[in-house]
């Protein structure tokens, strides 16, 4: 790549518009020339779906940890796990790597995720002492790794069809799974709407050195 | 600062902006197998690959047989104290069958097995006559659109770490045969990660508007 020369030129400072979908650089419009996407400079209003979407993941978060993931019945007696209580009897079974990769996707993503995507947010209007390369590296974490916490909704999906032995064992899904799986989406679609473009404006106004 | 005008239609062609950061760039060729990145925040913009259309396609194609033969073969089948249990890829799609939890059901079946599907189906549609030397498809813009917009919600590789996640859970207590359907998914998953690795946008949505 050519870098033009002066100042960073931005598409939006030239007065074009980079379409978010198929990449084409053009002059404003309502929909892209080429794939017909809506067009945006900056996703100004992106910013207000960015927290809509995060409030309700977060709200949904709790009872997804308060209510169990998975009913358990074996021989007549049944019981209740939550995530947290699944990873704790990984544990106790021994299976350590196990119970990390569920606690890392269940406890420690989710956690992680709401708490970067506010920070992001709140950084376009509060000065941060972290550049605006390592806030893009954050954010692209966070749009790289919280699809991953769906495994746990998958892992009881899983155990619910493969584990219904009757009398013997049945594993059924309990109201949890649906708290979380709605929470991971919606923190999802909070990360999709961030325009990680804005970080840069910012920063452009108070050059890095 | 510049002005509007400062580009005519041919530069604007020659122009990519950083989709992360905004940043212009003037476009020139990578060789295949490199990638061109943004001088500002080294995002990936051009990372062209020998070959990629006749690969996705190929792979695409892959990628639907196996899902059918996911689908229609026997997934795992759990022996304990007698008793046996076989669960398809669609049980596991609707073990949410209770009030609340149905809706779930078709949000899993959608993530695993449906999504997936569609994606690799409209790279297939928007990209086959490009093979074939002939002008698009109509809605073929649609259709890589979708397929782009699809990427993050087709979690077909998150399942099959679930299904191991699973496995390990309840490997104590009963005997696990994967069957015929769990190896296809498996191997199903392995080509659309490799499928990923040919996407590039720049290229596609060049190849695709070249001919119109
Ligand atoms: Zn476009
Ligand atoms: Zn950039």
Same mark, same amino acid.
């Given at each position: 790549?050519?870098?033009?020369?002066?100042?960073?030129?931005?598409?939006?400072?030239?007065? $074009?518009?980079?379409?978010?979908?198929?990449?084409?650089?053009?002059?404003?419009?309502?929909? %892209?020339?080429?794939?017909?996407?809506?067009?945006?400079?900056?996703?100004?209003?992106?910013?207000?779906?960015?927290?809509?979407?995060?409030?309700?993941?977060?709200?949904?978060?709790?009872?997804?940890?308060?209510?169990?993931?998975? +009913?358990?019945?074996?021989?007549? &007696?049944?019981?209740?796990?939550?995530?947290?209580?699944?990873?704790?009897?990984? *544990?106790?079974?021994?299976?350590?790597?196990?119970?990390?990769?569920?606690?890392?996707?269940?406890?420690?993503?989710?956690?992680?995720? @709401?708490?970067?995507?506010?920070?992001?947010?709140?950084?376009?209007?509060?000065?941060?002492?972290?550049?605006?390369?390592?806030? $893009?590296?954050?954010?692209?974490?966070?749009?790289?790794?919280?699809?991953?916490?769906?495994?746990?909704?998958?892992? *009881?999906?899983?155990?619910?069809?493969?584990?219904?032995?009757?009398? *013997?064992?049945?594993?059924?899904?309990?109201?949890?799974?649906? %708290?979380?799986?709605?929470?991971?989406?919606?923190?999802?679609?909070?990360?999709?709407?961030?325009? =990680?473009?804005?970080?840069?404006?910012?920063?452009?106004?108070?050059?890095?050195? | 600062?510049?002005?509007?005008?400062? @580009?005519?239609?041919?530069?604007?062609?020659?122009?990519?902006?950083?989709?992360?950061?905004?940043?212009?760039?003037?476009?020139?060729?990578?060789?295949?197998?490199?990638?061109?990145? %943004?001088?500002? %925040?080294?995002?990936?913009?051009?990372?062209?690959?020998?070959?990629?259309? =006749?690969?996705?396609?190929?792979?695409?194609?892959?990628? !639907?047989?196996?899902?059918?033969?996911?689908?229609?073969? =026997?997934?795992?089948?759990?022996?304990?104290?007698?008793?046996?249990? &076989?669960?398809?890829? !669609?049980?596991?799609?609707?073990?949410?069958?209770?009030?609340?939890?149905?809706?779930? &059901?078709?949000?899993?079946?959608?993530?695993?097995?449906?999504?997936?599907?569609?994606?690799?189906?409209?790279?297939?549609?928007?990209?086959?006559?490009?093979? @074939?030397?002939?002008?698009?498809?109509?809605?073929?813009?649609?259709?890589?659109? +979708?397929?782009?917009? +699809?990427?993050?919600?087709?979690?077909?590789?998150?399942?099959?770490?679930?299904?191991?996640?699973?496995?390990?859970?309840?490997?104590? !207590?009963?005997?696990?045969?994967?069957? =015929?359907?769990?190896?296809?998914?498996?191997?199903?998953?392995?080509?659309?990660?490799?499928?990923?690795?040919?996407?590039?946008?720049?290229?596609?949505?060049?190849?695709?508007?070249?001919?119109?």
């Amino acid at each position: 790549m050519e870098r033009l020369d002066g100042p960073p030129l931005t598409a939006r400072r030239a007065g $074009l518009v980079a379409c978010t979908q198929c990449t084409r650089v053009q002059r404003p419009a309502k929909n %892209c020339e080429r794939c017909a996407a809506p067009l945006h400079a900056r996703e100004y209003m992106g910013l207000q779906r960015v927290w809509a979407w995060l409030t309700v993941g977060l709200l949904l978060y709790i009872p997804a940890n308060t209510y169990p993931m998975l +009913l358990t019945s074996t021989l007549g &007696s049944t019981s209740a796990s939550t995530i947290l209580g699944g990873v704790v009897e990984l *544990v106790q079974y021994g299976s350590y790597f196990i119970a990390l990769i569920v606690f890392v996707a269940s406890v420690a993503i989710p956690v992680m995720k @709401f708490a970067v995507i506010a920070y992001l947010a709140l950084s376009l209007k509060q000065m941060v002492p972290i550049s605006a390369h390592q806030r $893009l590296v954050l954010f692209e974490v966070v749009e790289f790794i919280g699809r991953w916490s769906m495994i746990d909704v998958f892992v *009881v999906a899983i155990l619910s069809a493969l584990v219904q032995l009757g009398f *013997v064992a049945t594993v059924n899904p309990g109201p949890a799974a649906a %708290c979380f799986a709605l929470s991971v989406v919606f923190t999802m679609l909070s990360a999709q709407s961030f325009d =990680p473009r804005l970080i840069w404006d910012a920063s452009e106004e108070t050059p890095e050195k | 600062m510049s002005t509007p005008t400062q @580009f005519d239609d041919a530069a604007l062609r020659d122009l990519i902006a950083c989709p992360r950061c905004d940043l212009l760039h003037r476009s020139h060729r990578v060789a295949d197998g490199c990638v061109g990145r %943004c001088k500002r %925040c080294h995002t990936p913009l051009i990372m062209p690959r020998a070959q990629a259309i =006749p690969r996705i396609i190929a792979l695409s194609l892959t990628v !639907l047989i196996l899902l059918v033969g996911a689908l229609y073969f =026997p997934f795992l089948e759990l022996n304990a104290g007698g008793f046996s249990n &076989s669960a398809s890829l !669609l049980d596991a799609a609707t073990a949410f069958n209770h009030g609340l939890l149905i809706p779930l &059901s078709g949000a899993v079946a959608a993530f695993m097995v449906l999504l997936p599907a569609v994606r690799v189906a409209s790279l297939v549609y928007a990209l086959v006559p490009l093979l @074939f030397h002939q002008p698009p498809a109509r809605y073929s813009a649609y259709a890589l659109r +979708l397929a782009n917009r +699809l990427r993050p919600w087709a979690m077909a590789e998150i399942f099959i770490i679930g299904v191991v996640v699973a496995l390990v859970k309840i490997v104590d !207590l009963a005997d696990v045969t994967p069957g =015929p359907a769990f190896w296809a998914f498996s191997v199903m998953v392995i080509i659309l990660v490799l499928n990923d690795t040919y996407m590039c946008r720049w290229t596609l949505w060049n190849a695709l508007t070249a001919r119109r």
